[in-house]
């Protein structure tokens, strides 16, 4: 497999491809598994992208109806989650990423009686279904004396998911409202360590994939020894070599014929055909790093074509139009098929 099939394949299992799209919001996020979330307009750009005939008010329609969930998973950052999902996921995930949070409670003097506390607030403000947003639940937190600046707030909200405590239940305008996951989600069956690691190996190999080991191991969080069993206990997946490294996939994609054809895609921020690996250099240049990801984490929104990213955009608020700043000469560039897909995601965000 040389690098550019290895692309092809990959935007193929991303569902980027024309001819390849999923049907429905929560179709896309169980397909994925979870996908990165905490630029929320962006997130719904990145199911949207994915989905025949998307809208952004269908989406946030499936959002406020908790078709899928926005809460903190796999890594200590928001990502939208399936309902079905999101139980077995947090007992797989949510320890390793409290266990990283430890050294933030003990800067900010949270400890395990004021976690207890938060948590019991948490209880008596939502149960029965009383919907709060974060600025409700810190007036909360005020009258019954616990600390709560703008960082602890989000440490102790954070803790309370990782538990399953609470999870999103919609938008009440511009904020996030939160539930008690029990009353949102219907009870689910519990997986076994092992059947999760290896559920978890093949939701991230089938949509991601040809991937490597240590890409699994960054996007899921868990170790490279869990992430190595997963694919271990995987019978689904096989793997070929490219450069002395092992990419893993679904051996089903091997009886795939993949279309050679253009492809041009603007892809939001933190969009999970960049986030979902450690080692981008396939899709990136090397020179074009620095313009992408910023030093303090955050990802831009790029324009990708034929696999690779070859700039970098942004919406014009004034004039609504959609300004694309090229690495390189854009003479051999498809401008017609460029301005379909602005054209695709200006419908997106208007309906």
């Known amino acids: ?114 976690l207890k506390r938060s948590k019991k607030s948490i209880q008596r403000a ?62 689910t069956k519990s997986l076994s360590r092992d059947e999760s690691l290896m559920t978890l190996a093949q939701i991230y190999f089938n949509s991601r994939g040809p991937a490597t080991v240590y890409d699994f191991a960054w996007w899921s969080g868990l170790t490279i020894k869990d992430a190595r069993k997963g694919i271990e206990l995987s019978k689904e997946l096989t793997f070929v070599y490219l450069e002395a490294q092992k990419y893993w996939f679904n051996r089903s994609l091997l009886h795939k014929h993949i279309v050679k054809r253009e492809t041009i895609h603007l892809l939001p921020a933190f969009d999970e055909y960049l986030i979902s690996y450690k080692d981008r250099s396939l899709m990136v240049e090397n020179e074009d790093k620095g313009k992408i990801f910023t030093r303090n984490g955050i990802f831009k929104p790029t324009l990708i074509a034929n696999g690779k990213v070859i700039g970098i955009w942004r919406k014009s608020i004034k004039n609504k139009e959609i300004i694309i700043d090229y690495f390189g000469s854009k003479n051999k560039l498809n401008l017609p098929l460029i301005k379909e897909i602005e054209d695709r995601y200006s419908y997106f965000i208007n309906h």
Not at 38 to 54: D, E, F, P
Not at 157 to 180: H, P, R, T, V
């Open 1 to 114: 497999m040389t690098q550019q099939e290895l692309l092809e394949y990959r935007f193929k299992n991303h569902l980027l491809c024309p001819n390849n799209k999923g049907q429905s919001t929560q179709e896309i996020v169980r397909y994925f598994g979870a996908i990165q979330a905490q630029n929320y307009t962006m997130a719904k750009w990145a199911i949207g992208s994915r989905l025949v005939n998307a809208t952004n008010l269908k989406i946030e329609e499936d959002f406020n109806s908790n078709k899928i969930l926005r809460t903190h998973i796999l890594r200590p950052t928001w990502h939208f989650v399936a309902p079905q999902d999101i139980r077995w996921m947090l007992a797989l995930t949510a320890v390793r990423i409290k266990a990283g949070n430890k050294n933030h409670h003990q800067r900010l003097g949270i400890d395990y009686g004021i």
């Open 126 to 187: 939502l149960c029965g279904k009383r919907f709060q947003t974060r600025s409700e639940l810190k007036k909360n937190f005020e009258k019954d004396h616990i600390n709560c600046d703008d960082e602890r707030l989000g440490f102790l909200l954070m803790d309370a998911e990782l538990d399953g405590l609470i999870c999103s239940a919609g938008n009440k305008g511009k904020e996030m409202l939160y539930g008690l996951l029990d009353e949102i989600v219907p009870k």
